[in-house]
């Protein structure tokens, strides 16, 4: 249902967007996140963005370096990734959960970012 693609292989400084492109139900009222998990770590949160596309959150690390952003119809989200630093390179995924709810319960595959120094 949330289908994450736009990985690759990019030099340190680069940039790469990823989207998460849902299917099958709608998530027009749900918020949405990116995860990242680097080998041997745990996952953690990324950016995220409500249901209504009106507020924003990131996590220190990526701050000022990536944007997410969601399509009006509100199928599609995006992870801008500007800057791209070594220490970004993990397998990352797309989440959503009920805009009342604190729990990301809709999952994508993920999708690997790897960034070569």
């Known amino acids: 249902q949330l289908q994450a693609s736009g990985g690759g292989l990019v030099q340190a400084g680069g940039s790469l967007r990823l989207s998460c492109a849902a299917s099958?139900?709608?998530?027009?009222?749900?918020?949405m996140g990116w995860f990242r998990q680097a080998p041997g770590k745990e996952r953690e949160f990324v950016a995220a963005?409500?249901?209504?596309?009106?507020?924003?959150a990131y996590a220190d690390s990526v701050k000022g370096r990536f944007t997410i952003s969601r399509d009006s119809a509100k199928t599609t989200v995006y992870l801008q990734m500007n800057s791209l630093k070594p220490e970004d390179t993990a397998v990352y995924y797309c989440?959503?959960?009920?805009?009342?709810?604190?729990?990301?319960?809709?999952w994508g595959q993920g999708t690997l970012v790897t960034v070569s120094s």
């Open positions: 099958g139900r709608t998530f027009s009222n749900y918020d």
């Open positions: 963005i409500t249901w209504t596309a009106g507020s924003t």
């Open positions: 989440a959503a959960r009920n805009y009342r709810e604190s729990t990301y319960r809709y």
